[in-house]
C-alpha cells in the first residue's frame, strides 16, 4: 500500500518551513557581528527574534507535515543547529565581547563551559523525553544574558550564574517544554506570549528599564521552574509508588505459589 501523494504546493510548504527554520543562522550571524559592534540592544531584538521563530516552525511543521512530505530532510537536526549558535553560542560571544566575563582568556574560560555542557545536551538521546519534557537546564543561555545585562549584572554575578546554570544542565529535571507539553499547555502557552511582550516592552525602554517589568517578566520564569520541578517530582513519586506495588505484587505471586 502506496503513502500520501504530495504535490507541489505541499512541498513548497515544507520547504518553506524548513527555510523559515534556517533563518536563525542568519539571525546568529547577525548577533555575533553586533556583538563585537557593541550593538547590545540590537543583539537581545535578535535573540527575540529567534526565540519567536523557534517558538513557532514546530507548530508549521506539524500542520504541513513536513516529516512525510521532506523525508530526506532532518529538520530536528537543523533546528539543533540552529539552536545551539542562537541559543548557546551567541549569548557567550555577546557576554565575553561586552564585557560581563572576566578580561583575557579567564573569560574565554567562562564562555566555554556553558557552550561544552549545552554540547553534552544536545547530543544527549534522552534530552527531549516521549512526553515532552527537556532534560536538564535546556540551554536558555539568551534569557539568561538577557536578564543579566538588563540588571547590570557584575562579572562575579554574571560568572556565577552562568557556572550554576551549567551544573544544572546535568541535574536531571524535567524542564517544561512550553510548546508542547500537555500539562498546564493554555496557561504556559499564554503566560510565554505575555512574556514576549514584556521582554520587548523592557527593551524599548533600555538601557534604563523599568524594574517593576523585569520583575513582572521575572514571574514567568519562576512560574517555569516551578512548574517544571513540581512535574518533575511528581513523576518520580507516580514511579516509586509503581515500582512499590510492582515488588507488592511479586512477592503476593510468590507467597501463593
Not at 516592552?201 to 521552574?225: D, E, N
Request: net charge neutral; charged share 10%.
Amino acid at each position: 500500500m502506496s503513502g500520501p501523494q504530495f504535490g507541489p504546493w505541499h512541498r513548497l510548504s515544507a520547504v518553506s518551513v524548513h527555510a523559515y527554520t534556517a533563518v536563525g543562522v542568519v539571525l546568529a550571524l547577525l548577533m555575533v557581528h553586533m556583538s563585537y559592534a557593541g550593538e547590545v540592544e540590537t543583539v537581545l531584538w535578535l535573540f527575540l527574534a529567534a526565540m519567536i521563530i523557534d517558538g513557532s516552525d514546530g507548530f508549521l511543521a506539524r500542520h504541513f507535515r513536513v516529516k512525510e512530505v521532506t523525508p530526506g530532510f532532518d529538520g530536528a537536526l537543523l533546528d539543533n543547529i540552529v539552536d545551539y549558535i542562537t541559543y548557546a553560542f551567541a549569548p557567550m560571544v555577546l557576554l565575553w565581547s561586552t564585557g560581563y566575563l572576566p578580561d583575557g582568556w579567564w573569560g574565554g574560560v567562562v564562555a566555554s563551559v556553558p557552550l561544552l555542557a549545552s554540547c553534552f545536551q544536545f547530543c544527549r538521546s534522552d534530552a527531549k523525553t516521549d512526553d515532552h519534557f527537556f532534560v536538564g537546564f535546556p540551554s536558555y543561555w539568551n534569557i539568561a544574558a538577557f536578564y543579566l545585562i538588563v540588571l547590570g549584572a557584575g562579572v562575579a554575578t554574571t560568572t556565577t550564574a552562568l557556572l550554576v546554570l551549567t551544573v544544572l544542565v546535568f541535574v536531571p529535571i524535567k524542564y517544561v517544554y512550553p510548546s508542547q507539553t500537555e500539562t498546564a499547555w493554555w496557561l504556559t502557552m499564554t503566560l510565554t506570549l505575555v512574556w514576549f511582550g514584556l521582554y520587548a516592552l523592557i527593551l524599548m525602554q533600555y538601557p534604563s528599564p523599568s524594574l517593576w517589568l523585569i520583575a513582572l517578566s521575572g514571574g514567568y520564569v519562576i512560574y517555569y521552574a516551578a512548574l517544571s520541578l513540581r512535574l518533575t517530582l511528581k513523576r518520580r513519586r507516580g514511579h516509586s509508588g509503581a515500582a512499590v506495588s510492582s515488588e507488592a505484587g511479586a512477592s503476593a505471586r510468590t507467597r501463593d505459589s
